[in-house]
């Protein structure tokens, strides 16, 4: 697979590689998650003739990294629906565009709905599901992320003994708390 940089992502591309989005003139390096954006292409891209989801992030932010592989999934599930845009400006580098939007802390993720130039904010969850569902409702499209399959059970109260504890069974258990970047 080619490989792809994305900001703060380093992507491997599956399918078709990078590709250049022509727009007024400007250059905007686009792939399957998403579209870069600076302070060259941002207007034109960001231009109100469709929606668009942008992730203000800077390269060393931890929280950031965590959300990286979500907002990949999220680029990927509405990369070919034409008219909604997920975008990511690095505001550490791009500091003009993350203070004109009010960027105050990493990541800060804005919607830009069609027909407009000014976002609103997003304070909804981190995950891939979250980011979907938040899109699907603000554009009345119906997209799902697919799941691969996997071996990883998520351990509740309810199961905790029945999967540990199985003795016909090797168990690896991993204790983390969500909100912490090294984990």
Not at 18 to 40: D, F, K, N, R, Y
Not at 51 to 71: D, I, M, R, S
Not at 108 to 127: A, Q, V
Request: charged letters at 20%; hydrophobic letters at 40%; aromatic letters at 10%.
């Amino acid at each position: 697979s080619t490989q792809s940089t994305w900001g703060h992502l380093t992507l491997g591309m599956h399918s078709i590689g990078s590709a250049l989005l022509v727009v007024c003139g400007l250059v905007a390096v686009a792939t399957a998650a998403g579209v870069t954006l600076t302070p060259e292409n941002f207007d034109s891209v960001v231009d109100g003739s469709k929606h668009a989801f942008v992730e203000f992030y800077a390269p060393w932010c931890g929280h950031c990294k965590n959300l990286a592989p979500e907002w990949e999934k999220l680029g990927d599930a509405f990369g070919k629906t034409g008219d909604v845009v997920i975008g990511a400006v690095d505001a550490d580098a791009h500091g003009e565009l993350g203070s004109r939007f009010g960027v105050s802390g990493f990541p800060t993720l804005k919607w830009f709905p069609k027909g407009s130039t000014e976002p609103e904010d997003y304070n909804g969850g981190r995950t891939a599901e979250d980011l979907v569902k938040f899109v699907n409702e603000k554009t009345g499209h119906s997209i799902k992320i697919k799941k691969a399959p996997s071996a990883v059970h998520e351990l509740t109260g309810a199961n905790f003994d029945a999967i540990v504890k199985d003795p016909t069974a090797d168990v690896l258990v991993e204790f983390f708390a969500p909100w912490c970047g090294h984990c």
